[in-house]
DNA sequence: CATGAATGAGTATTCATTCAT
DNA sequence: AATGAATGAATACTCATTCAT
């Protein structure tokens, strides 16, 4: 009886911290980012955030994992919303490539994690990731494809999952000297996609 | 007359505080290596390294370069070796991601490279590349396939060598843990390639 | 009630670096006191030198704003105790001036001063102290002289404060190789402040 | 008969470094003033530099030296051009002093030394001034005052010469902070020789 | 559990000086 | 005598982490 409020304190505590470190990052950027830094603005003494998270790594994994949850979520929701079952892949994938460019030109701290995505633990955010694209591509392709050869799929998707997520982040990193278009990236991209999957029969 | 020998020299010692900076970060990991180590290792005083490059950054910059460098010789001797021109592109795109992943694989230096790209300034290295597999392919198309629309290529091109040099680089990473082989990844790379450059008339 | 001794120990840290920023000063000279001596002498470590300084300069600044309000009371103490006001200002200035000059002989960390004005920042050191005997100065003239005029007066004395202190330091500076006594020297100077503040009438 | 060429080579040298000296440490400031630049600027090697000048240190020195020289030198032209023999006390030293403040104000060498006189071996240049102004000043009172008791002489002016330089020399510094004019400065200083050497009998 | 004062290993960089050529 | 490449000692300051209270 005890224990689930400890427990619950305990999460809001590491959620606060994990708010505080995303905060922190997106105004001052990884450089100028210290443990201090996140206890402080977590309201939270420097000493407590080492009760929950036995070092600064650990803060950032939990910080890129938690970033990866609410991609996905996010994306889950769009798709769903769109009822993306309905639609041919090419036009699912545009779309979702376009979203999720969107998505991290609006946020302050996806800005920041790919400027410095040097020095951060991308995997931690990049396997969850990878993983749940797999996961609603599946069911798609189920859908879509019903004979499709499953082991041939989870090959060429873990290909195109990679292959989409840093070819938009390269992408975005030298964007302004660029001259292609997000529009044609997507379009290339989405392509792409459906060239390897859905080759024409 | 005099000059010549000076020059030498400064060439010299360039080449020897990369080779000092390569050899420094495969042994220790960048984490470890400091400016100091690298003088060290290259058996010159650390005000003699401050002479040639004006602050670590710029250290790691050149060798990223210089790196850069020696993957596109490397690749354009094979590929030249190779004759190449006069296979498929499935083939020659088949052979060179097989060659690049066996290349790094031996290299201590790329190995350390792939483990740290955190904290690695990547894009020294992976612009060049990026231009070099460009101006390799382009000649490639022009031989095959002469009536092959240009701006797309360009497109597309940028994407397809994003594409494979990440999803090889990531597979590197987590290789241990990965069933797929390398051969399979090969194949699947070089299909993605196919199937967006030259998709069946 | 808890703050209290927080705060107690705050001051009690900054005092012992301070005192110990002295001795370092004093025994191995400006030119060898590193902030880690300081901290070393102090029996506390460089981080701690740092949660409390700023820097360096902070350090010095802050010790020579304490000397001279050590300084200024030591001499506020011996004034008073001389019951100044009754005495003509030629003696109360050839006093004081002999005080001075036997404070400083006597102090080493003074005698460092001295030595290396050349270094410190001493425009913290003589500012508050032009500024303590302009307002040690000025109700004695009240007293003696009441219908001095007030706009020469500050003029004179900022003249003849800075005078009367340089004089010395310099004197003491090149002490060994002069001839001149310290009683001639403060002999002049009081002469000097008398003949430039109370003209026969 | 070969002496002399290189005597003069050698002199030529020392006044080359020296003036590059003075150039630098004008331009950059003492702070950012290293030997290279001051053997750059003076377009010789830096090991010539240091078959000249043993050290930083004799460079500083000799510089202080040679500026004292010219000080004393413009001042005596100064002075003569003016026949200060023929005016009163008051309105030469009123008038040698506003010269000095203007001749420091013009000059940005002068300047950099007064802003950083912590930091440079003052004495060098002060010692030689007070002799100098010693040796101006006798004449003068043998001519005014014959009966002048010259052992007091010695005294006195050692003082004023002292007081009078720094005085000058603080208010420069704390200048744009001050609200006296230069003209009120120069007269009470003038007021203060005055007063202590020339009494009204 | 919370606190935050204290810790101290760790590092890039400067610059006066030397000495082989 | 001149050169200037090479030297390397020396130092301020940061920040992740601990632990006594």
Redesign the interface.
Known sequence: MRKIPKQKRSREMVERLLEATAATLAERGLEDTTTNHIADTAGVSIGSLYQYFPDKEALLDALMERISDKISSSFREHATKLEYVNFDLKTVANYLILYGIDAIKTDPLAQEIINS???????KL??PLEKFFLSMAQPYFVHHYQDYPIQHLE??L???I???L??VV?YL??EPNTT?SER??AH??S??IV??LA??P
């Not at 995505?117 to 995997?123: R, V």
């Open positions: 995505w040097n020095s951060l633990p991308l995997e990049l396997d090959g060429k873990y290909v195109l990679n292959s989409t840093f070819t390269r990193q030298s292609m044609k990236l290339i991209l392509d792409m060239a390897l080759p024409q």
